[in-house]
């Protein structure tokens, strides 16, 4: 990582021991007052064809008497937790990236929060919460919302895959320049001065650091699915279940 670049930027700092004992105590009510319930493949299939990542209020308002299905979907919709979300890394090369809330049981197993946010990870160590503006495709519409994920250092390099490779083309270039400006005659201190700020930038050797400073100068830039509209529906279906199981 010699020679990236520098920015000033404040680390979160890791959650509050409050937080664990608030889930722990939290987990304890749940055991206290778990009920059984059955719920049909039917219902499941509704559930998964109406679900919305955010839900339209007023269009839900609009259809809640007169609609079961919107009804159930919105209960459904409800108990989910929506402060961190899930992710799915499987295809981050080909800046595909999926998101979805967490369930009941992964807000009790401590999914998202104490244990890395990629669904297939299991790391609960080193973990670092990033804030970010996801982009997706649903009903036909283009969409964008901020979500809070909190990843381990392997999954946040994936998560920001795109951009880091992004910044280490540009950091080539700089260095091309860098080289052309010191075989250059003296009146080219202008230029020298302008790219040696890479040599004399302080190498950041925390992935979380790195990631979140790359992340601050395109902060507005969603990480993935730029290219959702051109997949195949049948694929792209196929992609958004597995994502649920």
């Known amino acids: 990582m010699n020679g990236w670049f520098s920015i000033a930027i404040e680390l979160e700092t890791p959650l509050s021991n409050n937080s664990f004992c608030s889930h722990h105590d939290l987990l304890k009510l749940y055991q206290s007052q778990k009920k059984s319930s059955q719920v049909s493949l039917d219902d499941l299939a509704l559930v998964k064809q109406h679900f919305q990542f955010v839900r339209d209020d007023e269009a839900d308002r609009e259809q809640f008497h007169d609609n079961w299905v919107i009804r159930m979907s919105i209960a459904y919709y409800q ?13 981050y090369k080909e800046n595909r990236i999926g998101m979805r809330w967490r369930t009941e049981m992964e807000v009790l197993q ?18 670092h919460s990033y804030e970010v503006l996801f982009r997706y495709k649903e009903e036909d519409q283009v969409k964008r919302c901020l979500v809070k ?7 946040a390099l994936k998560f920001f895959y795109r951009k880091l490779k992004r910044k280490r083309k540009e950091m080539k270039k700089l260095e091309a320049v860098e080289f052309e400006s ?3 005659s003296p009146k080219s201190s202008k230029k020298r001065k302008l790219t040696t700020r890479v040599e004399d930038s302080v190498a950041i050797s925390d992935v979380h650091a790195m990631c979140s400073a790359v992340h601050q100068e395109s902060k507005d830039e969603p990480p993935g699915n730029e290219d959702e509209e051109n997949q195949s529906d049948a694929g792209h279906q196929k992609y958004l279940t597995e994502l649920f199981l």
Do not use: H, M, P, W
């Open 182 to 184: 010191k075989t250059a």
């Open 79 to 91: 108990r989910l937790f929506r402060e961190y979300a899930i992710v799915d890394l499987r295809f």
């Open 149 to 155: 994920i909190r990843v381990c250092e392997d999954c």
């Open 110 to 127: 401590g999914k998202g929060q104490f244990v890395c946010a990629n669904k297939t990870c299991k790391e609960a160590s080193g973990l």
